[in-house]
């Protein structure tokens, strides 16, 4: 009996551990990293689990402006808000034609993003994920993502940073990075 009451104690502390590190905790915009270059390494993926893609690797690549998302694809809370960015994309790129470039690492060998789209757990998603195995982009790009809740960046076509921070959980990033689209 001791055992078990010690064993969903501690099953509590690691799901409520696990939980807190994939909420977002800030919603603000960072300024440190504007006007850097975002570093894309040659070792990604690419993941394609749906057939409704707007645009395919090369008229990305050559894109006027891109948007960045970031996401821990090993992480359910993570992998949810795929499903929230499927929504925003009409709103952000709709005159544009912004490509979302989703790029992930995992903990996990992304069983729970394979497992989540075998499910149909995730709406059909319009763009590719790029999956950084190795979390390179993540380690070459620290001052942008060192924080959760810096997970979007925008950059123009040469990948150098225009505005970044979390359109999903903030209205006033939201706004931001719709008047800098506008703007262009």
């Known amino acids: 009996m ?5 064993v969903i104690i501690a099953a509590f502390i690691v799901n409520s551990a696990l939980i807190s590190s994939c909420v977002n905790q800030t919603k603000q915009i960072k300024m440190d990293g504007l006007g850097e270059k ?4 040659s070792k990604l993926t690419i993941f394609n689990p749906f057939d409704n893609y707007t645009l395919d690797s090369g008229k990305i690549a050559k894109a006027d402006l891109k948007l960045y998302v970031s996401i821990d694809f090993s992480c359910p809370t ?5 499903n ?28 729970l993003l ?14 590719p994920f790029f999956l950084d195995k190795d979390s390179v982009f993540f380690l070459q790009n620290k001052v942008i993502f060192e924080s959760a809740g810096m997970n979007a960046v925008l950059t ?29």
Do not use: T
């Open 156 to 184: 123009d076509k040469n990948n150098i940073i225009l505005l970044y921070g979390d359109p999903i959980n903030s209205p006033e990033v939201k706004s931001l990075f719709l008047k800098k689209i506008n703007s262009l």
């Open 2 to 6: 001791r055992n078990s009451v010690f």
């Open 38 to 41: 975002i570093i894309i390494p």
């Open 84 to 111: 929230k960015w499927a929504e925003l994309i009409p709103i952000l790129a709709c005159k544009k034609n912004i490509p979302f470039i989703v790029i992930g690492n995992s903990h996990d060998r992304f069983e």
């Open 114 to 127: 394979k497992y989540l789209v075998k499910k149909k757990m995730i709406n059909r998603f319009p763009f």
């Open 78 to 82: 993570c992998v949810d808000r795929l």
